[in-house]
């Protein structure tokens, strides 16, 4: 499987972004599609990739920066996708093993990497959620201790969208326990819910008024959704790989045996981890 090339896994039909379209069009097709990144295209060539963290990160240091003229609309929502993303784009030939790329993966802590061909049209993308898609397959022994974060950052009733905001651009946790006082999970908060949050409508007409403030001093946990399942420290990885591709979500909260407090996390990034030795025989 492993020296199989890249394109038998990948999407190839990729939702794609021109580079002068508007960074809020861009959010809106993310939200839509439920995609967390969009190739930016000058015809069918690639020059660069936006993904949400790239426009939350823009939004969060607009707001902490607080010295523009503008507003955060113009000046973020209104821009060109291609000053919001990267240009410097790292990709790969259709017929790249998929070993290599994976291990591009784990050493540069990517998410995805566009396929382009000879004359660098896309042709396709790979992501980590292809990644576990592949590990699906496998029979790897290893428990959830075995793959875990134990750097959690949890939010509480009384987080705010701007805490939530912080945690992604400055730590780059993209998913958020929140937890009662008693340290039980409650609710579990993604980037991408936030996204959803600030492409709405509602948010978006605050943010034309200029209601700022209103918007990030939201409680997190109103954006948030009710954790699907829960995973313990023994628990065999393959039984929560299975899950997370069922019901379409890149992490899951770990708990202790007595689900009083958590004690970790797993991810699709956490779970590149398994192919650090090789797949298993």
Known sequence: MFSRSIIEFATRNVVTVAEKEKVV???KTMVSLDIR???????DKLVGIITMLDILDAIYSWISDGTSEGSLYSDIYMKNVIEVGTRSVVSARPDTPVSEVISLFLRHNFGSMPIVDEAGRLVGIFTEWDVLKIASQLDFPHRVRDVMTRI???LTPYSTVMDVLEGITIYKFRRYPIVDEAGRVIAMLHAKDVLKYFASDDTIEKIKEGDVKEVVN?????????????????DPVVDIIRKMLEYDI???PVVN????????????????????EGPPQ
């Open 25 to 27: 069009n861009a959010m």
């Open 37 to 43: 990144r969009l190739p930016i295209v000058r015809g």
């Open 152 to 154: 959690v950052y949890v």
């Open 218 to 234: 939201t409680y997190a946990i109103d954006i948030a959704k009710a954790p699907i399942f829960l995973a313990k420290p023994n």
């Open 250 to 252: 890149g992490g899951v």
């Open 257 to 276: 045996e007595e689900g009083t407090a958590v004690i970790g996390m797993v991810t699709e990034k956490t779970l590149m981890l398994l192919f650090e």
